[in-house]
């Protein structure tokens, strides 16, 4: 890996001193000409082996900290640079890798971490040698994150791990993995957590793929069995750890809320109605059209967010209603493509509509996640009645 | 398109903002839900002398360009207006009359009569309507004419057909008619009180009225035309739109207003010891509620600011559809809800909501209901012609 | 009037014994050829000015009472005659009089009064002589009636009521109020209410019409002014009104959920589509279809519950299913006739669609109440979870 | 109509309780739900020595008439069983081979061959299955056949085209083919391992297959004809809207299973220290999925009792198609909020709750899904006629 060199050169460029619209096209031409083809609009999440190439590409160029400061080896983009970066990616369907790295941990750590923390992992994520994983949720902390169980016990200079951790994503992708423990089982349970980081090779961890309805192994279950965690390892000071994740919430919040998804599913609609010759049937044109614009106003909405972003304000509660409807949206956009294809609604795989390949359940199946996780639809829902109608439980 | 907000100049910005506050504040003062409680079912179900306020702060000139003696504001001026007004239910006929009505005519190429026409209204004088909708056939909008046609007689043109749906249904003092002619669309001015005018006020939920205009060989003269042919069509077309776009606005008012109010009661009204808004299910919907209110908010600011620029005809049309759609959805979800979560007290006459609800249910049907707007939208994405 | 003769003829004949059919056959042709045809499918609930003609020809007949016992001048009809008696009314499109002393106030003084109590006012009932209303709502006791305020003081031989009454139906054509009273305030809210009954001609009864937003006055608020109401117009024993209340909750409940309101803007639907030429539309064929299913789909979860009280048995908790979705069915029937009449959509009365007449927002308005009245949608939920579903709270 | 069950004799009535509940307790213990998640995605997707079992309870005559050996038994025996299994998700073709197939051989006319089919479907030995369904053109279902046609050649006729979405999809012995004529649509049996005869087969959600089956010039002769003509119309057309029946009891069960596994969720699941059976809004959306289960009740009770009375034809497709699109739309509604629910546990492959949601997917796109149906019952509801 010879990265470092180029990586010092882009440091110093000033992409906000750039034109948002030349930076923009930039951005745009480096996409098109060196993303793999074969990897766009990925119907999945990619493993890592499939996307490293694009990874160590991105990191040659310094581009893969898009949001990191430029001392840190990031792009130090400003929110609306930022924005471009990220639309330019979904208008080119370019691929998620692994990047729990990239824009949650490392955020967090240059933030939050120690000066030793910082020099020991962040350089490792920008050369793609460290892979990080989230382990927040557990078997009974899912919706209610804050009573989670797995147990840090202090031990001379370690923590001594007991517990689960599961629905996280690509965890046996991972080399390393930030989590929640508890480490105060005397207090209220939001204050008595602390943020740790453990790396996969310790003795006593175990990763298990979790197989979806779907078939794919997206997510895993990770076992801590006596799990010896250093204590240089503690982020941002003991029982501290519910506010630094709860403070990882940032504006990218408003990205659970692209309109991207939605897009997508309304092309496979369309593709499919075409071969069916059902734009000449009103009954469908009439609910095509609603869905239609039930997306393009989504748009709409998510713009008013973004324009928000790019003025530098803050975020509120308010921006969860951008993911509801995203989600949901995507959802009924889903059944009607199951509704359109008749007997081929059921087949798994692709299926030929008069010579036309569409994958009809993908869009069902990746329906179901895009309304759970992330907040539920549900959670999503009680935030805005609590905090944005001020009605109270 | 949606960023041309963004380089509005500041002063632009901070002017809308006064307008806007002290559109409010004088329709708050000048117009209580008292007012438009007590208009309801009155002769013209509006009234007159409120009209000529309007027209003392500016209001009905607004829209209209200096050379016309207006005040030449665009869109989202006119908006902080009609936005403030329907909050208060006024029932007086702003969008039919300085919007859709006035934009034909600022639209339209009859020098003389375009002059004298604006200069009437600019100074509150003048209430005209537009005479366009037909007999309902099927979900379509259909803004081409047929029932109405003019022929030539040996004295002159003669109109003949009815009109219906149009808006203010009574005290109204003269219709622009879409009618058909050999080249197509025409467009004609046509005094209220022009022999073989017969125009039956027909009551509307709101307690305002609708007519139906019946033009029994009304005879024209080429002064009384506003426009022929394609020119007819575009530029009854715009004023169209635009008067989608406005009705969208007092919807909108209309939607916070019922919400705002639902979420009141829903934080005070105490039942099994406990706010019904601290039930989750109530929680819920009142969200799904917040959600097509602000979806609807933020399709119409990107709407009026495609108003107040250039743009292409169709584009233009197809933003006019769809937020009237998402508006007129969005207002009638709103009212059947807010009556729901109200329980029976907001079935009631006496409590304010009913203002509300009846006049969504009169401007969500007005110009084409929702269905009706997404089928043209449709049509247009197709087409992809500015015609219809 | 002249009642009494017919009565007692009538009071002997076994309607039981006929067949159900030949039953069913003979009240439809009674109906056929007495009630007036003005009256048929009236848009809004009759006054008894409007409805006392046939209130009369039925008291006449010995009909007015179907459900009592002969011993009472009722028909004493089984379940399954009765059922075929109210649906051959809604066949017809009869009209409701002002029925709650034939359907509430007479069956729980037959079970609940003294011999007294029955003397006194069941005759005037069938009589036509005492309209009877239903005191129970108030103003901060809907949903949660158990909260009720209303007050009742001994005194002597007399209670003294203070409070008032809302959603009081008709009460401006009655004579006479059943309601509930507080009795008892240092007990559990439930467990001091008192079930009483009072003559509208009492010093301090006020009634007070309440306009809707349709413009009529189906409802009233009823004011009690230190009204002297003697004991012996208690039922039932002090402080056992709410156990009272609860037992009128008979089987009558599925006529809640009874198809006819639908069936009816059905046919408005039907009829404005016919005449605006609309079933050539897919996309309104498409809509129309579904509800048109929706309806018949009610209509075989009615004849399931309605099968089940002519089994003999007792209605359970999940008969709130058929009035949730009578009600909802009903309101998406009504929207869709509001959006098929376009820019008629609005006009208050009759609007006339190519020559046929039809009023629009009848449906609309009616559907609002459906929802909200005799257990809320929510309330049904409510019902419906933790009845049904075992789901508690 | 539906006061027939009413009339049911007590004792066919105890019959039938009798035989669902040892329907029930044979399905639970000799197709545990291991079974059916152990055969998916294997080569025929089912169990072929488990089919012997269903003969060995007599299943596999259950519904045919004495006369040809079976046990005369009707659509309300028939449904319990189908029920049973359908709640431990066994991958058999019962409906496809036992009611569909079945059913369109015991309709038809010709004797020697409608003798030796039906003889070998009561033992267990044959599996047939009906091709009838071409590529896909609209939101309607069209029984009638137009890609396969059959043309008389010099040694005798000859079937050509394909068919879609056969069940089973594999291990299948052998077809009821419709096809086009000169008078109609005529009916055909053609054995799997006929020359001629490709099958192509696709992998389903819930890991059975359905196939693609190409006729090449397959010869055929007249021992293999089934029915022509109008009498191939009503033979078809029975036996299909009998097989979107007993779809629907599937359908049924798997609801009442999804349901029940929400439910008991719903109750042990604790977060925010409490079950989350407890929060309202999912209480309310767990009592729609409820009314949903009913109605599908409601209706399914009445058409099985249809079935098995002497009714009008078009009635009979009327009621099976409504059931059908009511089963299907609330199968699919379940599937969808059981999972979401559930939260990402309900997602999960481990889980048994899937195996309800992708069998619930294939059997309501299964012989049309429920917008299809809306629009074949539309269609009969204005044509008043058998026919389609």
Same mark, same amino acid.
């Given at each position: 890996m010879t990265t470092t060199t180029n990586q010092t050169i882009n440091q110093t460029t000033d992409w906000n001193a750039l034109d948002t619209e030349a930076f923009r096209l930039m951005v745009r031409a480096f996409f098109e000409q060196n993303y793999p083809a074969e990897l766009r609009y990925p119907k999945t999440r990619l493993r890592w082996a499939e996307i490293k190439g694009w990874y160590m590409t991105l990191s040659n160029k310094g581009w893969v900290a898009p949001s990191w400061p430029q001392a840190h080896g990031g792009m130090g983009l400003s929110p609306e640079k930022l924005i471009a970066f990220i639309e330019e990616q979904e208008r080119w369907g370019v691929g998620r890798a692994p990047d729990m790295g990239i824009t949650m941990i490392g955020p967090l750590l240059i933030q939050y971490g120690s000066k030793e923390q910082q020099q020991k992992y962040l350089p490792k994520i920008i050369q793609g040698e460290?892979?990080?994983?989230? &382990?927040?949720?557990?078997?009974?902390?899912?919706? %209610?994150?804050?009573?989670?169980?797995? %147990?840090?016990?202090?031990?001379?200079?370690?923590?001594?791990?007991?517990?689960? !951790?599961?629905?996280?994503?690509?965890?046996?992708?991972?080399?390393?993995?930030?989590?929640?423990?508890?480490?105060? $089982?005397?207090?209220? !349970?939001?204050?008595?957590?602390?943020?740790?980081?453990?790396?996969?090779?310790?003795?006593?961890?175990?990763?298990?793929?979790?197989?979806?309805?779907? &078939?794919?192994?997206?997510?895993?279950?990770?076992?801590?069995?006596?799990?010896?965690?250093? !204590?240089?390892?503690?982020? &941002?000071?003991?029982?501290?750890?519910?506010?630094?994740? $709860?403070?990882?919430?940032?504006?990218?919040?408003?990205?659970?809320?692209?309109? $991207?998804?939605?897009?997508?599913?309304?092309?496979?609609?369309?593709?499919?109605?075409?071969?069916? &010759?059902?734009?000449?049937?009103?009954?469908?044109?009439?609910?095509?059209?609603?869905?239609?614009?039930?997306?393009?106003?989504?748009?709409?909405?998510?713009?008013?967010?973004?324009?928000?972003? !790019?003025?530098?304000?803050?975020?509120?509660?308010?921006v969860s209603m951008l993911k509801v409807w995203a989600a949901e949206t995507f959802s009924r956009l889903a059944n009607l493509l199951v509704e359109i294809t008749g007997g081929s609604g059921a087949v798994a795989g692709d299926i030929e509509v008069n010579g036309k390949k569409i994958d009809v359940l993908t869009s069902f199946y990746n329906a179901r996640p895009a309304t759970i996780y992330g907040g539920s639809s549900e959670i999503q829902r009680n935030i805005l009645a609590a905090s944005v109608l001020q009605l109270r439980s | 398109m949606n960023s041309n907000s963004d380089h509005l100049d500041t002063e632009r910005q901070d002017n809308r903002r006064m307008l806007a506050e002290s559109a409010q504040t004088f329709a708050t003062k000048a117009s209580p839900l008292t007012r438009a409680r007590g208009l309801r079912g009155s002769a013209s179900g509006f009234d007159r002398s409120f009209w000529g306020k309007l027209a003392e702060q500016g209001w009905t000139g607004l829209l209209i360009p200096e050379a016309f003696a207006g005040y030449g504001q665009g869109f989202g001026e006119m908006a902080a207006v009609v936005s403030a007004l329907a909050t208060q239910v006024a029932p007086e006929p702003v969008v039919p009359a300085l919007v859709f009505a006035s934009r034909v005519i600022e639209n339209t190429g009859n020098g003389d009569l375009q002059q004298q026409l604006l200069a009437s209204i600019v100074v509150g004088e003048l209430i005209p309507a537009v005479a366009w909708q037909e007999?309902?056939?099927?979900?379509?909008?259909?803004?081409?004419?047929?029932?109405?046609?003019?022929?030539?007689?040996?004295?002159?043109?003669?109109?003949?057909?009815?009109?219906?749906?149009?808006?203010?249904?009574? /005290?109204? =003092?003269?219709?622009? @008619?879409?009618?058909?002619? =050999?080249?197509?669309?025409?467009?004609?001015?046509?005094?209220?009180?022009?022999?073989? @005018?017969? @125009?039956?006020?027909?009551?509307?939920? /709101?307690?305002?009225?609708?007519?139906?205009?019946?033009? /029994?060989?009304?005879?024209?003269?080429?002064?009384?035309?506003?426009?022929?042919? =394609?020119?007819?069509?575009?530029?009854?077309?715009?004023?169209? /739109?635009?008067?989608?776009?406005?009705?969208?606005?007092?919807?909108?008012?209309?939607q916070q207003a019922m919400l705002n109010m639902t979420l009141e009661y829903l934080r005070t009204r105490v039942q099994f010891g406990k706010p019904i808004g601290s039930f989750q299910a109530l929680q819920h919907r009142a969200v799904d509620l917040l959600i097509q209110q602000e979806l609807t908010s933020a399709v119409l600011g990107q709407a009026i600011t495609l108003l107040d620029s250039e743009c292409d005809p169709v584009e233009r049309s197809l933003m006019a559809s769809r937020i009237k759609a998402r508006a007129s959805d969005a207002g009638l979800l709103l009212a059947r809800e807010s009556i729901q979560l109200h329980g029976a007290i907001g079935f009631t006459d006496e409590y304010d909501l009913g203002l509300y609800v009846q006049r969504a249910l009169v401007l969500s049907a007005w110009l084409g209901n929702a269905q009706m707007h997404r089928r043209r939208y449709a049509n247009l994405t197709q087409m992809n012609t500015a015609s219809v």
């Open positions: 460290n892979i990080w994983c989230q &382990g927040y949720s557990e078997p009974n902390a899912g919706s %209610d994150l804050a009573s989670l169980r797995t %147990d840090a016990v202090e031990d001379g200079d370690d923590f001594i791990i007991n517990g689960q !951790k599961t629905w996280t994503t690509l965890a046996q992708d991972a080399t390393h993995i930030f989590f929640l423990a508890r480490t105060d $089982k005397t207090v209220k !349970k939001q204050e008595g957590i602390s943020f740790l980081l453990a790396d996969f090779t310790t003795p006593g961890i175990t990763v298990r793929p979790i197989r979806n309805i779907a &078939g794919h192994e997206e997510f895993c279950e990770v076992f801590f069995e006596n799990v010896r965690v250093p !204590k240089a390892n503690l982020v &941002g000071g003991l029982n501290q750890g519910w506010g630094i994740a $709860k403070a990882l919430l940032g504006f990218e919040r408003i990205f659970l809320g692209s309109p $991207k998804q939605s897009q997508y599913a309304l092309s496979r609609v369309e593709a499919a109605a075409q071969a069916l &010759g059902l734009f000449g049937d009103q009954g469908f044109v009439d609910r095509y059209t609603q869905l239609q614009l039930d997306v393009a106003d989504l748009s709409a909405l998510y713009v008013r967010f973004v324009e928000q972003v !790019k003025r530098g304000e803050k975020l509120g509660p308010d | 007999e309902l056939a099927g979900l379509q909008v259909n803004l081409l004419a047929s029932a109405v046609v003019t022929a030539p007689t040996n004295s002159g043109i003669q109109l003949t057909g009815e009109k219906h749906h149009v808006r203010p249904g009574a /005290d109204c =003092d003269g219709f622009i @008619v879409t009618a058909k002619q =050999d080249n197509g669309l025409s467009l004609w001015w046509v005094p209220a009180n022009a022999a073989g @005018v017969k @125009v039956r006020s027909v009551a509307l939920a /709101d307690g305002t009225s609708e007519s139906s205009v019946r033009f /029994d060989g009304v005879m024209l003269d080429s002064s009384q035309s506003l426009a022929q042919g =394609d020119a007819a069509i575009v530029a009854f077309t715009r004023a169209y /739109d635009e008067a989608l776009v406005m009705t969208s606005v007092e919807l909108l008012a209309l």
